[in-house]
């Protein structure tokens, strides 16, 4: 079975601090992991898988197979990032998405 | 780029009917598309994969015979909710994958809230 864990509901930071999204999976072969922003009032969308290896508006992740993580982070965080944020994973057989919980993050001014 | 396109945006119906919301593809072809429950301030819970020609394959859980899924071409996809009670208001949401190759970019529609009263 496949399983995402977002461990924190709301991070709530200052505009220019980092912030970084915890993200832990489970899953016995080689998943294919993503991030997906949903901002207010808005549908979702993809922000960044991890076989890219690109930074999308400033935000990264590593997919970490040891430690079955794949943290979102950004090193200044801006007002514009406020958003709803959900881990999401895609197994080998390439066809369903398991989504985390999500984790709404708060950049105050 | 690619839209997805979910209809109606919200509805209202009464206890006991059934109600259909349309997924539609506009600009590319999706072999496959899902349909998700959301409940306010929780995850997407994936209900079922939808195939085109083919029958829907369902979440454990999730009773295909209350939730009728229907893909009958490459761009429309439909979901029915029957005889529908107040427990099954929610948010549910469409999405829709182009081409056939299971590494192609998943596109999300906006979402239909569903109100039972």
């Known amino acids: 079975a496949q399983r995402v864990t977002q461990p924190e509901k709301l991070l709530s930071v200052f505009k220019g601090a980092p912030v970084e999204l915890k993200c832990n999976y489970s899953?016995?072969?080689?998943?294919?992991l993503f991030w997906y922003v949903q901002y207010s009032r808005q549908r979702l969308q993809l922000l960044l898988r991890?076989?890219s290896r690109e930074s999308i508006k400033g935000f990264t992740a590593d997919l970490n197979k040891g430690e079955t993580s794949f943290h979102l982070k950004k090193p200044f965080a801006q007002e514009e990032d406020s958003a709803m944020y959900y881990c999401?994973?895609?197994?080998?057989?390439?066809?369903?998405?398991?989504f985390g919980g999500g984790t709404r993050v708060l950049v105050k001014p | 780029g690619a839209v997805v396109s979910q209809h109606p945006s919200w509805v209202i119906c009464k206890s006991g009917t059934s109600v259909k919301i349309e997924c539609r593809s506009l600009?590319?072809?999706?072999?496959?598309m899902f349909w998700y429950r959301q409940f306010p301030k929780q995850s997407l819970m994936l209900m079922a994969t939808?195939?085109?020609?083919?029958?829907?394959?369902?979440e454990q859980g999730v009773e295909k015979d209350k939730f009728l899924i229907n893909h009958a071409s490459l761009t429309l996809s439909t979901l029915t909710v029957t005889s529908a009670h107040p427990e099954d208001s929610s948010f549910y949401i469409c999405?829709?994958?182009?081409?056939?190759?299971?590494?192609?970019?998943?596109?999300f529609g906006e979402g239909s809230w569903l109100t039972v009263v």
């Open positions: 999405s829709a994958r182009e081409g056939r190759g299971p590494g192609n970019t998943i596109y």
């Open positions: 899953y016995s072969g080689s998943p294919e």
């Open positions: 991890h076989i």
């Open positions: 999401a994973l895609k197994g080998a057989a390439g066809n369903k998405l398991t």
């Open positions: 600009d590319f072809q999706a072999t496959t």
């Open positions: 939808s195939n085109e020609g083919s029958k829907a394959t369902y």
